[in-house]
């Protein structure tokens, strides 16, 4: 796994929103993360950045702002340090940012994706790296307060598996806020869940973390969706 501060800055033009285009391009990207290929799904993201970003509202994604309404109810300090798990083009950022959110960092990826998200100037910190199962290099342990991650655990992204790992990045009592979709159609949220809850009670047993809600939502349009918040140990 390779990590690197992101510094590279391009320029960023807002294109026009190209709706057609980008629901055939979204199903390109659906049927690599059939395939669970994680280097296909991050070159889709790279080539795709700006015309995920520039139609991201029109086609109703709804994800971000679950995860806001997630954050809003648990985190009460706005000065709480945050960091946002596959960032995008800093989508959820921007609504905490909005909210008065004052230190967020973020990681993703796509270094195409986090050029946008820089320009917007809603993080303190951007950091390029996959996550996997391994520790992240250039992140300290136990330095944020909350982590969110507004639908990137799915099949061809990040796994239930690299929970343990990034719960060693929360102080005692932070906070894990994610969601969960069902893009993938073979990956139904019935599973998904069943799955998830398993992890949750082993990391419950191992005092690593505890599931202490879940909220049905939608991902984007009529795609459902799940919110999970669970506390670090």
């Given amino acids: 796994m390779s990590s690197f501060e992101f510094q590279n800055l391009s320029t960023y033009n807002k294109m026009p929103?190209?709706?057609?285009?980008?629901?055939?391009?979204?199903?390109?990207?659906?049927d690599?993360?059939?395939?669970?290929?994680v280097d296909e799904v991050l070159q889709w993201y790279d080539e795709c950045a700006h015309l995920y970003n520039d139609n991201f509202d029109a086609f109703g994604?709804?994800?971000h702002k679950t995860i806001a309404e997630a954050t809003l109810e648990y985190v009460k300090d706005k000065s709480a340090v945050i960091l946002d798990i596959g960032?995008?083009?800093?989508?959820?950022?921007?609504?905490?940012k909005k909210h008065g959110y004052t230190t967020i960092d973020a990681i993703d990826g796509s270094h195409?994706?986090?050029d946008i998200a820089m320009k917007k100037?809603?993080?303190?910190?951007?950091?390029?790296?996959?996550?996997?199962?391994?520790?992240?290099?250039?992140?300290?342990?136990?330095?944020?307060?909350v982590l969110i991650a507004a639908a990137v655990f799915a099949n061809g992204?990040?796994?239930?598996?690299?929970?343990?790992?990034?719960?060693?990045?929360?102080?005692?009592?932070?906070?894990?806020?994610?969601?969960?979709?069902?893009?993938?159609?073979?990956?139904s949220l019935r599973l998904v869940n069943n799955?998830?809850?398993?992890?949750?009670?082993?990391?419950?047993?191992?005092?690593?973390?505890?599931?202490i809600s879940t909220r049905e939502t939608f991902h984007a349009n009529n795609e459902p969706a799940v919110v999970y918040t669970f506390i670090k140990l």
């Fill in 157 to 187: 992204a990040v796994s239930f598996e690299s929970i343990p790992m990034l719960m060693k990045y929360l102080k005692k009592g932070g906070f894990l806020i994610f969601s969960s979709s069902e893009v993938v159609k073979d990956a």
């Fill in 87 to 96: 960032a995008g083009t800093g989508k959820a950022g921007e609504l905490l």
């Fill in 61 to 63: 994604f709804y994800y």
């Fill in 195 to 211: 799955a998830l809850n398993e992890f949750s009670e082993e990391w419950q047993k191992s005092n690593i973390c505890s599931m």
């Fill in 17 to 30: 929103v190209d709706l057609k285009n980008y629901r055939e391009e979204r199903q390109r990207l659906i």
């Fill in 121 to 145: 100037n809603i993080y303190r910190r951007l950091l390029c790296s996959t996550i996997g199962t391994k520790p992240i290099p250039n992140l300290e342990e136990g330095s944020y307060d």
């Fill in 112 to 114: 195409a994706m986090l």
């Fill in 32 to 37: 690599r993360m059939a395939k669970g290929s």
